[in-house]
């Protein structure tokens, strides 16, 4: 069994479509950016790495906690975390891996092939419009990671320790992946970008940034499946999450 801690780098507001796609043009909706900490008796580890200062301040973001001190308010020190699972590698979830010096990372092959193939030739397509034409994802630090044999790459849904799972579901990146974790309440779906907020599962709008719309669909179809509860369900961006759930610490909410 396992807690989940969401902790909070900070958030801004987003234009709806990059949110929900083809949906509510000329408006704007939060976005909240997280990475979470799962404690167990035997593992301590993370789901992505949170996003950094540098790429929150690309998004006009400042004056917000470090990750550090984000996981000092749940007595975790980075070198203590020896298990990161990558969702997918967008700036926003794969920043300077380098503060975590004693964890293996998790991905999906799918996810690592992607951004170290072809797409680099057509890296302009995921500059966002913030990044000031710094590609999207850190794909050379990752092949680095994989050198100092820090990486595992996964074939599909696999299970990485007892009582927490990865499952790809594509969508939003080709290699996206969902993980899901077994806890004292019960099991919690993290979706990460498969939905942003909950607005993308409530209403069946997917996420505005999407590789394959029939893979989005097909996650949906799995996620029904499932017959998890609301609060079992979390996404990767909502800010809701801070009010839904227990305050442990300022901006650190448990999950479960």
Same mark, same amino acid.
């Given at each position: 069994?396992?807690?989940?801690?969401?902790?909070?780098?900070?958030?801004?507001?987003?234009?709806?479509?990059?949110?929900?796609?083809?949906?509510?043009?000329?408006?704007?909706?939060?976005?909240?950016?997280?990475?979470?900490?799962?404690?167990?008796?035997?593992?301590?580890?993370?789901? =992505? #790495?949170? %996003?950094?200062?540098?790429?929150?301040? &690309?998004?006009?973001?400042?004056?917000? !906690?470090?990750? /550090?001190?984000?996981?000092?308010?749940?007595?975790?020190?980075?070198?203590?975390?020896?298990?990161?699972?990558?969702?997918?590698?967008?700036?926003?979830?794969?920043?300077?891996?380098?503060?975590?010096?004693?964890?293996?990372?998790?991905?999906?092959?799918?996810?690592?092939?992607?951004?170290?193939?072809?797409?680099?030739?057509?890296?302009?397509?995921?500059?966002?419009?913030?990044?000031?034409?710094?590609?999207?994802?850190?794909?050379?630090?990752?092949?680095?990671?994989?050198?100092?044999?820090?990486?595992?790459?996964?074939?599909? =849904? #696999?299970? %990485?320790?007892?009582?927490?799972?990865? &499952?790809?579901?594509?969508?939003?990146? !080709?290699?996206? /992946?969902?993980?899901?974790?077994?806890?004292?309440?019960?099991?919690?779906?993290?979706?990460?970008?498969?939905?942003?907020?909950?607005?993308?599962?409530?209403?069946?709008?997917?996420?505005?940034?999407?590789?394959?719309?029939?893979?989005?669909?097909?996650?949906?179809?799995?996620?029904?499946?499932?017959?998890?509860?609301?609060?079992?369900?979390?996404?990767?961006?909502?800010?809701?999450?801070?009010?839904?759930?227990?305050?442990?610490?300022?901006?650190?909410?448990?999950?479960?």
């Amino acid at each position: 069994m396992y807690e989940i801690y969401a902790l909070k780098g900070g958030e801004r507001e987003a234009p709806c479509p990059t949110v929900l796609l083809h949906t509510d043009y000329g408006k704007t909706t939060k976005m909240a950016y997280y990475f979470f900490c799962l404690k167990g008796n035997d593992h301590t580890m993370l789901i =992505d #790495t949170g %996003i950094s200062l540098e790429e929150l301040k &690309l998004r006009g973001i400042t004056g917000v !906690p470090t990750r /550090q001190e984000l996981l000092s308010r749940i007595d975790v020190r980075p070198e203590d975390i020896d298990t990161i699972i990558l969702t997918h590698v967008h700036g926003d979830h794969f920043a300077q891996p380098e503060i975590y010096p004693n964890c293996i990372f998790y991905l999906q092959r799918k996810e690592f092939d992607f951004w170290s193939g072809d797409v680099q030739r057509f890296h302009n397509l995921f500059c966002l419009p913030f990044n000031k034409d710094v590609p999207g994802v850190q794909i050379s630090t990752l092949q680095q990671l994989n050198f100092q044999e820090r990486v595992r790459v996964l074939d599909g =849904d #696999t299970e %990485i320790y007892p009582g927490i799972r990865a &499952l790809w579901w594509g969508a939003h990146t !080709p290699g996206s /992946q969902v993980v899901v974790v077994e806890t004292a309440r019960g099991t919690v779906l993290y979706c990460a970008d498969f939905f942003d907020i909950y607005r993308n599962m409530e209403e069946r709008i997917p996420v505005g940034m999407l590789t394959s719309l029939e893979e989005w669909m097909n996650g949906m179809g799995k996620l029904e499946l499932m017959h998890l509860p609301k609060e079992s369900i979390i996404p990767g961006h909502d800010p809701q999450l801070m009010t839904m759930f227990p305050k442990v610490a300022e901006d650190v909410v448990k999950i479960a």
